[in-house]
């Protein structure tokens, strides 16, 4: 990909972010291709969740003016969790010119509030969310759910392990799907948030190719 002079554009900064998304939304649609094509398909499905999570943050950046210091507040609020804990679990032992740094910025940060929750986003598109929602939960959250795809108990006295366990036919296509949509919205999203990126790339081309996956799931990902 060329560069993209953004140095004079308006909201530079909130344009860089979409790229940015865009970027590590096609690295996990590439990420889950590959894993698909390999047999992975529980990675498949969780790496599907990853560019649909892409997607959501994308259609955000689109709708919300605030969602950078969003984003940012966000980030903020985890880091001092991070340190706070961080601190308590060195029982005193903490350097004390590392503890005042984490000190500092705890108590510079301390007004700071704001959680993303990315569940939470209202998009046109509530299957997205939903999508989103029911992967996190069977794939990629430790859960009873998720835990339970690597058992089997189906031999009498015996419990086998499944390490690489296979997802059903729905499952699949309905990863797949949905992985297809988190590209379609992601194009429009960048469409609208940066026009001038058409003039570059064809994103209408790009738009289209999603659009026989999106139909018919996994036959067509490859």
Request: aromatic share 8%; proline share 3%.
């Amino acid at each position: 990909m060329d560069k993209i002079d953004l140095h004079d554009a308006a909201d530079a900064e909130q344009k860089s972010a979409a790229l940015a998304l865009f970027a590590r939304m096609q690295s996990e649609l590439s990420t889950a291709i590959i894993l698909a094509d390999a047999g992975r398909d529980l990675a498949f499905r969780m790496h599907c969740r990853s560019a649909v999570e892409c997607a959501l943050h994308l259609f955000l950046a689109e709708t919300d003016a605030s969602y950078l210091a969003r984003l940012r507040a966000d980030d903020t609020v985890s880091r001092k969790s991070r340190a706070k804990k961080y601190i308590a679990s060195t029982n005193g032992q903490l350097a004390k010119e590392a503890e005042k740094s984490l000190q500092v910025f705890i108590q510079a940060n301390a007004g700071t509030k704001g959680k993303l929750v990315i569940s939470e986003i209202e998009t046109p598109f509530p299957r997205m969310t939903h999508v989103y929602r029911e992967i996190s939960a069977d794939a990629t959250h430790v859960t009873w759910t998720s835990l339970l795809r690597h058992v089997d108990g189906n031999e009498p006295r015996w419990i086998r392990l499944r390490i690489e366990p296979k997802l059903t036919e729905e499952e699949l296509e309905e990863a797949a799907s949905i992985l297809a949509f988190a590209g379609l919205s992601s194009i429009k999203s960048l469409g609208k948030i940066l026009p001038q990126f058409n003039e570059r790339y064809d994103l209408v081309a790009m738009f289209d190719s999603y659009k026989p996956i999106y139909r018919s799931g996994l036959h067509n990902l490859a």
